[in-house]
DNA sequence: CACCAGGCAAGTA
DNA sequence: TACTTGCATGGT
């Protein structure tokens, strides 16, 4: 439909071409919604590895369940999650998010996702401890909202072809995707589900697509 | 040994 | 507004 705006269709090739390398992702890893928001705050600045572990001590005590963690004394849910880090910190995070499901949707994540895309990511940086990238994974990946993330593959992807500099605003990488790209869940979810895993695969260096149109388009 | 990992909040200038 | 610092374990 805008063919006069040749960077809508550059990025959608940059799409393309990883998708077909590498397949779809399947992103987030996690059984459950919850399971997602709950992984979001535990792998802030801190390797996924780690959160697996977090993740599965969780499960060994049935904590991926929002009365449990309502009910659970915080001293002993950063014991739990004691692998990923700041984990008095993270425990506390937590808390506050599950609070807030209790006391915004009664802890039915259902009724949740009914609710308007903006208003829930402005209610969302309300909770202590979310932030604009956890916040927009809990939209996309938890609630499947139509909504970009923006985080250190995400930068760093973006810097190595020199389309931004290490000083960009959040909002604005954000709005570079999702003013360039069709308003999609499932590209949102899988475009950015492919620059981190290819991010990890090439140690955050190595430009994706050599002759891609990319390579000559600058903001 | 040093450095980093799928951030965020609070403090300072 | 733009930096800086604390939070902390586990892998390379």
Redo the contacts with the bound molecule.
């Keep these: 439909m805008n063919k006069e705006d040749p960077k809508k269709e550059l990025l959608l090739c940059v799409f393309e071409r990883l998708l077909k390398a590498y397949g779809k992702r399947n992103?987030?890893?996690a059984e459950s919604p919850l399971e997602v928001m709950i992984?979001?705050i535990l792998?802030?600045?801190?390797?996924?590895?780690?959160v697996e572990?977090a993740i599965a001590n969780m499960k060994k005590k049935n904590l991926i369940d929002l009365h449990a963690l309502r009910s659970i004394d915080v001293g002993e849910l950063s014991e739990v999650i004691?692998?990923v880090?700041?984990?008095?910190?993270?425990a506390k995070r937590l808390k506050a998010l599950v609070d807030f499901l209790f006391d915004e949707f009664k802890g039915d994540l259902e009724l949740m996702k009914r609710m308007d895309q903006h208003t829930l990511r402005k209610r969302l940086l309300g909770?202590?401890?979310?932030?604009?990238?956890?916040?927009d994974?809990i939209l996309l990946?938890a609630l499947e909202k139509p909504i970009f993330v923006v985080?250190?593959?995400t930068r760093r992807f973006l810097i190595n072809h020199g389309l931004f500099d290490g000083?960009a605003k959040y909002e604005r990488i954000q709005a570079f995707f999702m003013s360039n790209l069709p308003e999609d869940t499932y590209i949102y979810n899988e475009f950015h589900a492919l620059i981190?895993y290819l991010g990890?695969k090439h140690c955050?260096k190595v430009p994706i697509c050599k002759g891609c149109p990319l390579e000559s388009g600058k903001t």
């Design positions: 992103w987030w890893p992984g979001c792998t802030q600045n801190t390797a996924w590895k780690n572990k004691r692998p880090g700041f984990y008095t910190l993270k909770v202590d401890g979310v932030g604009p990238e956890t916040a994974s990946y985080d250190a593959y000083r981190v990890q955050r």
